[in-house]
């Protein structure tokens, strides 16, 4: 602390750490990717080189490929003052059609910001979308990656 003192540096938690990475929309191991998912709905295909001749996983996520993805995870800005948190329901016209997997409130843009898998079927008809908190219906609007343009 004291070499960066004269840069302002301040000591910070994971709350911190999470909001800026969330703010980025890089994904966090354990919420938004996991043993469950695939890097096609998670949206890092571009870090999945299936051209190469052969890898751990190749066929199945070529499958996944050919198949579509039927879900996606999916940027989402809160339209209403409020908090979204992992595992929050998203609805459509009360369908149930995504769950949050990480949320918090970016103290640069003061909106409600997450991420959420949501039925690719539901994106492709650019539904209208709500996150259910509390029982309250707080309408989210899709957006893309990164939340905080330079």
Same mark, same amino acid.
């Given at each position: 602390m004291r070499e960066g003192s004269e840069y302002l540096v301040k000591p910070c938690g994971l709350g911190s750490r999470d909001s800026l990475r969330l703010e980025m929309g890089f994904c966090l191991y354990g919420n938004d990717i996991d043993q469950t998912t695939n890097p096609l709905e998670a949206g890092l295909g571009w870090i999945t080189k299936l051209k190469k001749d052969s890898f751990v996983g190749k066929?199945?996520?070529?499958?996944?490929?050919?198949?579509? $993805?039927t879900r996606k995870l999916t940027p989402l800005v809160a339209l209403?003052?409020?908090?979204p948190r992992p595992g929050y329901e998203v609805v459509s016209n009360d369908k149930t059609v995504g769950k949050l997997t990480?949320?918090? $409130?970016?103290p640069v843009l003061d909106k409600g910001i997450c991420l959420a898998y949501i039925d690719s079927e539901c994106l492709k008809n650019n539904s209208k979308l709500e996150m259910i908190i509390r029982g309250n219906k707080i309408p989210v609007e899709v957006v893309k990656l990164p939340f905080i343009k330079k």
């Open positions: 066929e199945a996520i070529q499958k996944i490929k050919d198949a579509g $993805v209403e003052k409020s908090f990480s949320g918090t $409130v970016s």
